[in-house]
Protein backbone atom coordinates (compact mmCIF):
# COMPACT_ATOMS: atom_id res chain seq x y z
CA UNK A 1 0.00 0.00 0.00
CA UNK A 2 1.14 3.58 -0.99
CA UNK A 3 1.51 6.06 1.78
CA UNK A 4 2.04 9.04 2.17
CA UNK A 5 2.41 10.75 5.36
CA UNK A 6 2.13 14.67 6.45
CA UNK A 7 2.32 16.47 9.88
CA UNK A 8 -1.94 17.39 10.36
CA UNK A 9 -1.23 20.03 11.86
CA UNK A 10 -2.44 23.19 12.56
CA UNK A 11 1.46 24.90 11.45
CA UNK A 12 0.78 28.56 12.86
CA UNK A 13 3.27 31.30 11.13
CA UNK A 14 3.36 35.02 11.36
CA UNK A 15 2.53 37.27 8.51
CA UNK A 16 5.60 37.59 6.53
CA UNK A 17 7.54 34.11 7.29
CA UNK A 18 8.26 31.42 5.66
CA UNK A 19 6.01 28.43 6.02
CA UNK A 20 7.76 25.09 5.41
CA UNK A 21 5.19 21.81 4.84
CA UNK A 22 6.78 18.43 4.43
CA UNK A 23 5.83 15.10 3.04
CA UNK A 24 7.00 11.71 2.95
CA UNK A 25 5.98 8.48 0.96
CA UNK A 26 6.46 5.03 0.89
CA UNK A 27 6.56 4.33 -3.08
CA UNK A 28 10.11 5.27 -4.63
CA UNK A 29 8.71 4.76 -8.08
CA UNK A 30 6.81 7.45 -7.66
CA UNK A 31 8.56 10.31 -10.29
CA UNK A 32 6.11 13.20 -9.63
CA UNK A 33 4.04 14.97 -7.14
CA UNK A 34 1.88 17.72 -6.66
CA UNK A 35 0.53 20.35 -4.22
CA UNK A 36 -3.10 20.76 -3.46
CA UNK A 37 -3.97 23.92 -1.14
CA UNK A 38 -7.73 23.67 0.03
CA UNK A 39 -9.90 26.21 2.16
CA UNK A 40 -12.35 25.22 4.01
CA UNK A 41 -15.52 24.16 2.33
CA UNK A 42 -13.85 23.97 -0.74
CA UNK A 43 -12.57 21.21 -3.43
CA UNK A 44 -8.49 21.28 -3.48
CA UNK A 45 -6.63 23.61 -6.38
CA UNK A 46 -3.48 22.32 -7.72
CA UNK A 47 -0.54 25.01 -7.01
CA UNK A 48 2.77 23.24 -7.70
CA UNK A 49 3.87 20.08 -9.40
CA UNK A 50 7.27 19.12 -9.66
CA UNK A 51 8.71 16.30 -12.06
CA UNK A 52 12.80 15.55 -10.66
CA UNK A 53 14.78 15.79 -8.13
CA UNK A 54 16.02 19.65 -6.91
CA UNK A 55 13.56 22.76 -6.76
CA UNK A 56 11.04 24.40 -8.56
CA UNK A 57 9.82 27.98 -7.97
CA UNK A 58 7.00 29.77 -8.81
CA UNK A 59 6.18 33.02 -6.85
CA UNK A 60 6.05 33.04 -3.59
CA UNK A 61 6.14 28.98 -3.58
CA UNK A 62 9.01 26.74 -3.63
CA UNK A 63 8.53 22.60 -4.22
CA UNK A 64 11.49 20.32 -3.54
CA UNK A 65 12.17 17.10 -4.11
CA UNK A 66 14.35 14.72 -2.94
CA UNK A 67 13.78 10.96 -4.23
CA UNK A 68 16.58 9.44 -1.79
CA UNK A 69 14.90 10.61 0.83
CA UNK A 70 11.71 9.80 -0.48
CA UNK A 71 10.54 13.52 1.03
CA UNK A 72 8.98 16.47 -0.93
CA UNK A 73 8.38 19.68 0.73
CA UNK A 74 6.85 23.06 -0.25
CA UNK A 75 8.06 26.49 1.14
CA UNK A 76 6.03 29.66 0.88
CA UNK A 77 7.46 32.95 1.47
CA UNK A 78 6.27 35.98 2.81
CA UNK A 79 3.00 34.17 3.87
CA UNK A 80 0.02 35.64 3.94
CA UNK A 81 -3.39 35.48 5.79
CA UNK A 82 -4.97 34.44 2.90
CA UNK A 83 -2.61 31.05 2.48
CA UNK A 84 -4.04 29.39 5.69
CA UNK A 85 -5.63 26.52 4.06
CA UNK A 86 -5.26 22.49 4.47
CA UNK A 87 -2.03 21.38 2.06
CA UNK A 88 -2.11 18.01 0.29
CA UNK A 89 0.64 16.33 -1.48
CA UNK A 90 0.15 13.62 -4.33
CA UNK A 91 2.11 11.80 -5.89
CA UNK A 92 1.72 10.79 -9.68
CA UNK A 93 1.21 7.51 -10.68
CA UNK A 94 4.22 5.14 -11.07
CA UNK A 95 3.22 3.39 -14.07
CA UNK A 96 1.11 0.56 -14.56
CA UNK A 97 -3.04 1.58 -12.88
CA UNK A 98 -2.96 4.96 -11.33
CA UNK A 99 -4.20 5.01 -7.71
CA UNK A 100 -4.22 8.25 -6.38
CA UNK A 101 -3.18 8.66 -3.15
CA UNK A 102 -3.15 11.68 -1.28
CA UNK A 103 -1.71 12.98 2.21
CA UNK A 104 -3.95 13.94 4.74
CA UNK A 105 -3.02 17.14 4.63
CA UNK A 106 -1.33 19.99 6.83
CA UNK A 107 -3.40 23.03 7.84
CA UNK A 108 -1.66 26.18 7.56
CA UNK A 109 -2.36 29.33 9.60
CA UNK A 110 -1.08 32.21 8.78
CA UNK A 111 -1.92 35.23 11.64
CA UNK A 112 -1.40 39.07 10.86
CA UNK B 1 -13.11 27.11 -20.15
CA UNK B 2 -15.72 26.21 -17.69
CA UNK B 3 -14.80 24.21 -14.60
CA UNK B 4 -15.72 21.28 -13.22
CA UNK B 5 -19.33 20.99 -12.22
CA UNK B 6 -21.19 18.95 -10.04
CA UNK B 7 -25.04 18.40 -8.78
CA UNK B 8 -26.09 18.06 -6.49
CA UNK B 9 -24.21 20.14 -4.21
CA UNK B 10 -26.00 19.31 -1.33
CA UNK B 11 -28.21 16.01 -0.17
CA UNK B 12 -29.47 14.52 2.73
CA UNK B 13 -31.01 10.84 2.43
CA UNK B 14 -31.54 8.02 5.60
CA UNK B 15 -29.65 4.77 5.81
CA UNK B 16 -30.66 2.29 3.18
CA UNK B 17 -31.57 4.56 0.20
CA UNK B 18 -29.64 4.63 -2.44
CA UNK B 19 -28.11 8.02 -4.15
CA UNK B 20 -26.70 9.58 -7.53
CA UNK B 21 -23.97 11.93 -8.07
CA UNK B 22 -23.17 13.97 -11.21
CA UNK B 23 -19.89 15.61 -13.00
CA UNK B 24 -19.42 17.35 -15.77
CA UNK B 25 -15.77 17.69 -16.79
CA UNK B 26 -13.57 20.23 -18.38
CA UNK B 27 -14.88 20.63 -22.23
CA UNK B 28 -12.04 18.16 -23.58
CA UNK B 29 -10.92 16.42 -20.75
CA UNK B 30 -11.58 12.39 -20.82
CA UNK B 31 -10.67 11.29 -17.63
CA UNK B 32 -13.07 11.86 -14.49
CA UNK B 33 -11.91 10.45 -10.90
CA UNK B 34 -13.78 10.53 -7.69
CA UNK B 35 -13.24 10.58 -4.52
CA UNK B 36 -14.48 10.53 -0.63
CA UNK B 37 -13.62 13.48 1.62
CA UNK B 38 -13.93 13.12 5.16
CA UNK B 39 -12.48 14.51 8.23
CA UNK B 40 -10.60 11.42 9.63
CA UNK B 41 -9.89 9.50 6.53
CA UNK B 42 -8.97 12.42 4.45
CA UNK B 43 -8.90 12.34 0.56
CA UNK B 44 -9.65 9.21 -0.93
CA UNK B 45 -9.49 7.32 -4.70
CA UNK B 46 -13.19 5.76 -5.65
CA UNK B 47 -12.24 5.13 -9.07
CA UNK B 48 -11.73 6.85 -12.34
CA UNK B 49 -13.42 6.77 -15.65
CA UNK B 50 -11.74 7.23 -19.21
CA UNK B 51 -13.66 6.77 -22.46
CA UNK B 52 -16.55 5.18 -20.72
CA UNK B 53 -14.37 2.51 -19.11
CA UNK B 54 -13.78 2.00 -15.24
CA UNK B 55 -9.35 2.28 -15.51
CA UNK B 56 -8.61 2.41 -11.70
CA UNK B 57 -10.38 1.25 -8.60
CA UNK B 58 -9.99 2.09 -5.32
CA UNK B 59 -10.22 0.16 -1.97
CA UNK B 60 -14.50 0.45 -1.58
CA UNK B 61 -17.37 -1.94 -1.08
CA UNK B 62 -19.46 -2.96 -3.99
CA UNK B 63 -22.15 -0.30 -3.00
CA UNK B 64 -20.07 2.49 -4.26
CA UNK B 65 -20.34 2.33 -8.17
CA UNK B 66 -20.25 4.39 -11.11
CA UNK B 67 -20.02 5.14 -14.85
CA UNK B 68 -18.90 7.56 -17.79
CA UNK B 69 -21.18 8.50 -20.87
CA UNK B 70 -19.81 9.59 -24.15
CA UNK B 71 -20.10 12.98 -23.76
CA UNK B 72 -17.34 12.30 -20.67
CA UNK B 73 -19.97 13.27 -18.09
CA UNK B 74 -20.26 10.90 -15.26
CA UNK B 75 -22.64 9.34 -12.41
CA UNK B 76 -21.49 7.62 -8.90
CA UNK B 77 -23.80 6.02 -7.40
CA UNK B 78 -23.97 4.90 -3.70
CA UNK B 79 -26.36 2.23 -3.16
CA UNK B 80 -27.87 0.77 0.52
CA UNK B 81 -26.43 4.44 2.13
CA UNK B 82 -24.92 3.26 5.48
CA UNK B 83 -23.76 6.65 8.30
CA UNK B 84 -20.51 6.32 7.44
CA UNK B 85 -21.19 7.29 4.04
CA UNK B 86 -21.60 11.20 4.81
CA UNK B 87 -19.02 12.76 3.43
CA UNK B 88 -18.10 15.76 0.52
CA UNK B 89 -17.35 13.75 -3.01
CA UNK B 90 -15.21 15.11 -5.30
CA UNK B 91 -14.74 14.64 -9.30
CA UNK B 92 -12.00 15.73 -10.83
CA UNK B 93 -11.21 15.72 -14.59
CA UNK B 94 -8.11 15.32 -16.12
CA UNK B 95 -7.26 15.03 -20.33
CA UNK B 96 -5.30 11.94 -19.85
CA UNK B 97 -5.77 10.96 -16.15
CA UNK B 98 -2.20 10.84 -14.63
CA UNK B 99 -1.26 14.75 -14.66
CA UNK B 100 -3.16 17.64 -13.38
CA UNK B 101 -6.58 17.09 -12.06
CA UNK B 102 -9.03 19.96 -11.55
CA UNK B 103 -11.35 19.36 -8.87
CA UNK B 104 -15.17 20.07 -8.83
CA UNK B 105 -17.23 21.73 -5.87
CA UNK B 106 -18.04 18.60 -4.19
CA UNK B 107 -21.72 17.43 -3.48
CA UNK B 108 -21.47 17.43 0.42
CA UNK B 109 -23.77 14.11 1.72
CA UNK B 110 -25.41 13.89 4.92
CA UNK B 111 -26.93 10.28 5.95
CA UNK B 112 -29.44 10.46 8.81
Known amino acids: QKEVEQNSGPLSVPEGAIASLNCTYSDRGSQSFFWYRQYSGKSPELIMSIYSNGDKEDGRFTAQLNKASQYVSLLIRDSQPSDSATYLCAPASSGGSYIPTFGRGTSLIVHP | KAGVTQTPRYLIKTRGQQVTLSCSPI?????VSWYQQTPGQGLQFLFE???????NKGNFPGRFSGRQFSNSRSEMNVSTLELGDSALYLC???????????FGPGTRLLVL
Open chain 2, 49 to 55: YFSETQR
Open chain 2, 92 to 102: ASSSQGAETQY
Open chain 2, 27 to 31: SGHRS
